[in-house]
Nanobody, 119 residues
Framework: QVQLVESGGGLVQAGGSLRLSCAASGSIFSIKTMGWYRQAPGKQRDVVATITSSGSTNYRDSVKGRFTISRDNAKNTVYLQMNSLKPEDTAVYYC?????????????WGQGTQVTVSS
């Protein structure tokens, strides 16, 4: 089992910045990839950024150049630095972990943190 706890959401004006944190605990040795997803009201949950255990990153096109995902393996924490925020970034942001334990492929989610960007 892996537990994920997010923090760092809030209300910010357009153009501002926020940093989200996601602390992992439990069977962290099994985690291969971590990422951030977001879900706006009435929309599906979409991937924002992912980072592998080796540090390779991927971003959705709309956040490239504005968001940065990073991980601190010593603290078992993943961060999402969000700069130049836009109202369309408003959503609940979820931390995600993809783990492999033997033959099992497991996905874990945090509880979500609200990010609201005002115009």
């Amino acid at each position: 089992q892996v537990q994920l706890v997010e923090s760092g959401g809030g209300l910010v004006q357009a153009g501002g910045s926020l940093r989200l944190s996601c602390a992992a605990s439990g069977s962290i040795f099994s985690i291969k990839t971590m990422g951030w997803y977001r879900q706006a009201p009435g929309k599906q949950r979409d991937v924002v950024a992912t980072i592998t255990s080796s540090g390779s990153t991927n971003y959705r096109d709309s956040v490239k150049g504005r968001f940065t995902i990073s991980r601190d393996n010593a603290k078992n924490t993943v961060y999402l630095q969000m700069n130049s925020l836009k109202p369309e970034d408003t959503a609940v942001y979820y931390c995600n972990a993809y783990a492999q334990l033997g033959a099992a492929r497991l996905t874990y989610w945090g509880q979500g943190t609200q990010v609201t960007v005002s115009s």
